[in-house]
């Protein structure tokens, strides 16, 4: 099926060929990086996580979304996800890919990635993200290329597969477990050393990624003979602003604890992020921002007639994603930081070499998604062409 991605349009290549500037742009500022040292960045020796790791904690999130799809279809049998499971599944696979390279290109020197392999830790968190990760990968490339084969010849989906399909299942909401524990288990962090932690980014994933693939799939049908199908993306958009609201939720629950504890380490990073803190206002119009894409992502994805206008949906699930975005790729890691231990403030911002950095892995991600889902669509397409025929190919 490989072959499949060298088959396309002039706007198919004109994407490809944009998307390989991109990722040029950002290697050659790596190489930069890697000459002169993580200096370059806006991080500190009190700002020590930035852009890249904020980036790896939100992809998590999306990766581990997949099994929103995944789950209903596999387990409950709802037929309406049939033909975007795959497309899930290959979300996966380049969200995962991302998170590996942001912790690559925030080592530093890429050699000390070896570290975690000749040396492992098993007291260590980052060991078990490095093993529930790297499985993950392998499980959803695994699940997801034998089905599509399966699909391609007409067949169902061999018996030995289902066992894996089940552990991914299972596997899915791990990844992000583990990485919300690199957090929460910190002491001397108390933005971050929070029970709930967990839970919050398993709500907050749950949100962001079903957004990403309602754009995704519009994305599809727009620009392929492939339809996802209507009542998938709707199925999606209810099931991104349910676990909008419980995000929300929670971190009201942290803002109520904080004040109403009356204990200030734990009030610094909110006031910092959406207030100031001694005159350090860098975050607050990052954090204004996300409060308006919140509430339009909410009044959109909770109001049926706005949801089902694709127009009003495209916009509440950008607004979604975006939102989760900034909170969780980008203020949840610079507001932990913030006092440091020693009640001073040091603001973080990413500089431009570690902007084209950041863009140069998400466009590697999105390059890699292009080619799985130039297969994907092509393999749906015949094989919806081939059982129903032309006019049903798009319905």
């Known amino acids: 099926m490989l072959e499949l991605v060298l088959k396309g349009s002039q706007r198919y290549w004109a994407w490809v060929i944009f998307l390989m500037a991109l990722i040029g742009v950002g290697f050659i500022a790596y190489l930069y990086q890697l000459k002169v040292g993580l200096g370059i960045t806006g991080m500190s020796r009190d700002v020590s996580w930035g852009l890249y790791i904020g980036q790896f904690t939100f992809l998590v999130g999306v990766a581990a979304s997949a099994v929103t799809v995944v ?48 040396h492992p830790t098993p ?10 990760l790297s499985g993950y990968l392998i499980l959803n490339l695994l699940c997801g290329w034998v089905i599509l084969t399966a699909e391609k010849k007409g067949a169902p989906p061999p018996k030995w597969i289902k066992p894996f399909l089940y552990i991914a299942i299972c596997w899915a909401p791990s990844i992000h477990i583990v990485t919300a524990f690199l957090y929460q288990g910190l002491p001397g962090r108390d933005y971050w050393m929070t029970a709930i932690m967990a839970a919050k980014f398993l709500s907050s994933a749950f949100a ?3 957004a990403l693939l309602v754009i995704l799939c519009m994305i599809v049908r727009r620009f392929t003979n492939f339809d996802p199908g209507k009542e998938a993306i709707q199925t999606l958009a209810k099931t991104s602003a349910y676990f ?3 995000t929300i939720g929670f971190y009201l629950f942290e803002v109520f604890t904080a004040f109403y504890s009356g204990i200030p380490s734990h009030q610094y990073s909110i006031i ?3 207030k100031g803190l001694e005159g350090y206002t860098k ?14 992502g909410v009044i959109i994805l909770v109001t049926p007639p706005l949801r089902k206008w694709e127009v009003t949906l495209a916009i509440g ?6 939102c989760l975005w900034l ?29 084209l950095i950041t863009i140069g892995v998400w466009s590697v991600g999105f390059f890699v998604l292009t080619l799985l889902y130039k297969i994907a669509a092509t393999v749906k397409e015949k094989a919806i062409f081939d059982k129903y025929g032309e006019k049903q190919v798009k319905t």
């Open 71 to 118: 789950l209903p279809y596999y387990l409950h049998n709802y037929k309406k996800y049939g033909r975007i499971a795959v497309i899930g599944e290959f979300l996966a696979i380049a969200s995962v890919l991302m998170c590996m390279l942001f912790i690559f290109v925030d080592l530093g020197q890429p050699m000390r990635v070896l570290n975690v392999l000749l």
């Open 123 to 132: 007291n260590s968190i980052m060991f078990y993200d490095m093993i529930v």
């Open 208 to 210: 962001s990624g079903p």
């Open 244 to 246: 909008l609201l419980v």
């Open 272 to 274: 910092y992020l959406f």
């Open 283 to 296: 975050l607050v119009p990052v954090m204004s921002i996300c409060i308006l894409l919140a509430a339009i």
């Open 317 to 322: 699930a950008a607004a979604t994603f975006l």
């Open 327 to 355: 909170e969780k790729g980008i203020s949840l890691v610079v507001g932990g930081f913030i006092p440091n231990p020693f009640d001073k403030v040091f603001e973080y911002w990413p500089t431009i070499p570690e902007t």
